[in-house]
């Protein structure tokens, strides 16, 4: 298994393009998750996805957008890229019910990307 | 709203110098609490899940528990390969299973 994929590594975008960062898994994982992180904070929640056709907006959303048409696949959309979204992106899925159960998340090796 | 503190920020240590990491939490109902490692331009590697209170797991040179209120990462005899970023994070009950990370203990262990 490859396991989560994320592409591209880097990406250098002008203020005002827009761009999609890809996120893919092959563990049949119906929960996948986007993160924003930036030096010295912690991981912050952009989008989820707990099966396909349902996402919802997370911590910090604004000037993103997601879909999940598949259960592999979880593009992260950059509208009007501004340099406030200069980060580290990390794509991350896991198994879940909808019981009590918690599972742990497994991350992609992340999109550096830089707005100038 | 879910807070999740760690220190400290960074921790530099000798080769076969113990020590502890400190992760304290504030969460509406805790599902679960976890630890992760991470490499320079890395994602995020999972080493433990902890459910309640009392609960101790173990991996290798390294050890977590848990109380109520915070959570340790017990380091012994450290060796060079075990410098990272070390991410605590805290799923709370009712939510679709998302993360709320604290921003990383960066160990540094000098040979």
């Known amino acids: 298994n490859a396991g989560v994929t994320q592409t591209p590594k880097f990406r250098i975008l002008k203020i005002g393009q827009s761009m999609t960062l890809q996120c893919a898994q092959d563990m049949n994982h119906n929960y996948m998750y986007w993160y924003r992180q930036d030096p010295g904070m912690g991981l912050k929640l952009i989008y989820y996805?707990?099966?396909?056709?349902?996402?919802d907006k997370g911590e910090v959303p604004n000037g993103y957008n997601v879909s999940r048409s598949t259960t592999e696949d979880f593009p992260l959309r950059l509208e009007l890229a501004a340099p406030s979204q200069t980060s580290v992106y990390f794509c991350?899925?896991?198994?879940?019910?909808?019981?009590?159960?918690?599972?742990?998340?497994?991350f992609g090796p992340g999109t550096r990307l830089t707005v100038t | 709203e879910d807070q999740v503190t760690q220190s400290p920020e960074a921790l530099r240590l000798q080769e076969g110098e113990s020590s502890s990491l400190n992760c304290s939490y504030t969460?509406?109902?805790?599902?679960?609490l976890f630890w992760y490692r991470q490499d320079p331009g890395k994602g995020p590697e999972f080493l433990f899940t902890l459910y309640s209170a009392g609960e101790e797991k173990e991996k290798e040179r390294l050890k977590a528990t848990l109380t109520k209120k915070e959570s340790f990462l017990h380091i012994t005899a450290p060796k060079p390969e075990d410098s990272a970023t070390y991410l605590c994070?805290?799923?709370?009950?009712?939510?679709?299973?998302?993360?709320?990370f604290g921003s990383g203990t960066q160990l540094t262990v000098l040979p």
């Open positions: 969460v509406s109902g805790l599902r679960g």
């Open positions: 996805s707990v099966g396909a056709g349902i996402t």
């Open positions: 994070a805290v799923q709370a009950r009712g939510s679709a299973r998302q993360l709320t």
């Open positions: 991350a899925s896991s198994y879940g019910t909808s019981g009590g159960a918690s599972y742990e998340q497994y």
